[in-house]
């Protein structure tokens, strides 16, 4: 008996040790390897991006004679400085106003009534988002420029030159029309989650019309309309390249950034660190603000009858077309011009009669580099982000302590810093020994993780939140580790939500400049910086046949995105 009973306790024995070392996740040492994974990733945060933060802090404060507020003084002494500042939030502002007054109804007739030919026009809605905001400004330039197609037009026909496109009217038109489509996929995301019975009801007890749209669509979109409106209003507040290309009179604050730390007149670093923390202050704050808006309208929607699209009448439905005609045809026509334009012939910087793959020619040939860097550095960067994005998105939401919510949080600090600021970091830190990195690819990847892994990192949280647990605690008692389980049963299981945001955080990748154009050098330009490069010296031709080539870039990624998730509309 006593043998048989230590027989017993030895295979208990055996079976807890397997269960150990199988199943919680440590390592031969005995340590839990997403311990050693969260203190990991927030190294990697603690160099890439507080360290050059702190940097960034201190050149601003600190001089050879020591601590000074001399620079924050002279910034906010200065109407000349300040007036950058006023210019950005004001074109910001009104640029987000506009997409909402623009997005929200777009999304409305979108989702809620049956319009012709909805899917052309969707990805014509998300290559006007997902193209880089300064070649909408190029665009407008060959449309509405002194010498553009519609300008010339119109002086033809009437004797009439129409207004500038050039400074604030063109900013906050360029932007309106880049960034409404961003409101435009948040709201129909919003959308798809009301029920049905709850429209139904509404119209029960006689709210119908524009008055169901404010009393009801609203209310339910709000938590996702703030959304969308700061992230609409940091885009358009860190925007670089469009007020650099058309704002000519008007200054922003990107563009004064910039100015102080590689000006041609002159440079003051310590100053244009000075900007760039009040730049963060200031984003920080709208940002913060912004949660506590969206604090007071939490709740959440499950659509069991999800809304079913209904054909409009009358008057109603020819508006609703024209409506949406003719919002999507004005923000997709500077695009689709540069991509005629493209095949014009050109004769050193001026567009001639007749057509041929010339600017294609000397695209390839002069800047073949760019468009393989933005493969290679947007690649390593993206391969980067989506390994990343699982592993945070695995310790924020099934190991849930507090070293892990610094990390959620120190993940979504880029998403409010202006890419030109992070660039300027990045520089400052690591541009002398220890760490060199400057002017290597390697930085740029660096940069670009840490401006782009929060989309993908959102999302892959979001779908992780709606897979049970319970999924991997059977694999778990089945023998496999937690590492494996999670691994190739949860991710796999992801595969939706973390293609999403990949292709969203790929999307941004090459079109990204604000950050790039601080970082690079002729070994590491890429597709974007080429594309800005000809623009500025009025090489049009060349620009707008890689302008076409990032285009069909996007169309690839968004066709990959939609045959592999199998959806046929895109919502965020």
């Known amino acids: 008996m006593e043998a048989r009973h230590t027989g017993k306790a030895n295979i208990m024995d055996k079976l807890l040790k397997r269960k150990n070392d199988s199943g919680d996740g440590r390592t031969k040492t005995g340590k839990d390897i997403w311990v050693i994974i969260s203190l990991g990733v927030l190294g990697l945060y603690l160099l890439f991006l507080l360290f050059p933060l702190f940097k960034l802090l201190k050149q601003a404060v600190y001089t050879q004679d020591g601590f000074t507020l001399e620079y924050l003084a002279k910034f906010f002494s200065k109407p000349y400085y300040t007036d950058t500042l006023i210019n950005s939030m004001k074109v910001s502002s009104l640029a987000t106003l506009l997409t909402l007054v623009i997005g929200v109804p777009l999304a409305y007739f979108y989702n809620m009534y049956e319009i012709k030919g909805k899917t052309i026009i969707q990805v014509l809605i998300i290559l006007c988002s997902m193209s880089a905001p300064f070649i909408g400004a190029y665009s407008w330039i060959l449309l509405l420029g002194r010498n553009g197609l519609v300008t010339k037009l119109i002086l033809n026909l009437t004797g009439f030159r129409i207004g500038s496109i050039y400074g604030f009217n063109g900013i906050l038109l360029v932007l309106s029309l880049q960034l409404f489509p961003l409101v435009f996929l948040y709201v129909s995301g919003a959308l798809k ?34 959304a969308a409106t700061l992230l609409v209003f940091m885009r358009a507040f860190a925007d670089f390249g469009t007020p650099l290309l058309i704002g000519e009179g008007y200054r922003t604050f990107p ?18 660190a000075a900007i760039s923390v009040i730049a963060i202050i200031i984003t920080a704050v709208i940002f913060l603000f912004q949660r506590y808006v969206n604090s007071k309208f939490q709740f959440t929607m499950n659509a069991l009858h999800p809304v079913e699209r209904k054909k409009a009448k009358g008057i109603f439905n020819v508006l609703i077309h024209a409506f ?52 290679i550095i947007g690649g390593i960067a993206l391969i980067l982000i989506i390994l990343l994005a699982i592993l945070i998105s695995y310790l924020v939401v099934r190991r849930n302590n507090q070293l892990n919510k610094l990390i959620d949080t120190l ?29 290597t690819a390697l930085i740029m990847v660096v940069a670009l993780i840490i401006r782009r892994i929060p989309y993908t990192i959102r999302s892959s949280v979001a779908i992780l939140q709606q897979i049970p647990i319970t999924i991997e605690e059977a694999a778990i008692s089945l023998g496999s580790s937690k590492m494996k389980a999670f691994f190739t049963v949860t991710v796999p299981m992801m595969g939706n939500g973390i293609l999403s ?69 895109i919502t965020f």
Not at 415 to 439: D, R, W
Not at 542 to 562: E, G, K, Q, Y
Request: charged share 10%; net charge neutral; glycine share 8%.
């Open 193 to 226: 989650n009301i029920d049905n019975s709850l429209l139904e009801a509404s119209e029960n007890m006689g709210c119908s019309g524009i008055k169901r749209f404010f009393k009801v669509i609203i209310p339910l979109c709000m938590p996702t309309i703030l």
């Open 324 to 375: 949406t005609y003719f919002v999507v045809g004005v923000a997709f026509a500077p695009q689709a011009y540069v991509i005629y334009t493209s095949f014009q012939n050109t004769s050193g910087k001026l567009f001639v009669e007749g057509y041929s793959f010339k600017s294609y020619y000397e695209a390839f040939d002069r800047m073949g580099n760019a468009i393989q860097n933005t493969f």
């Open 411 to 439: 993940s979504m600090v880029p998403y409010i810093i202006p890419g030109s600021v992070v660039g300027i970091a990045l520089v400052i830190a690591f541009n002398t020994k220890p760490i060199v990195l400057t002017g």
């Open 501 to 569: 945001g990949a292709i969203l955080s790929w999307v941004t990748i090459i079109t990204e400049l604000s950050t790039a154009i601080i970082l690079y050098n002729l070994k590491t330009i890429t597709l974007t910086l080429a594309i800005y490069t000809y623009v500025s010296r009025g090489n049009y031709g060349i620009a707008a046949a890689l302008a076409t080539i990032l285009t069909v870039l996007t169309i690839i990624s968004l066709i990959i995105f939609m045959k592999v998730s199998k959806t046929k509309e």
């Open 255 to 272: 563009v004064e950034i910039y100015a102080q730390y590689f000006g041609e007149v002159g440079t003051d670093h310590n100053f244009g």
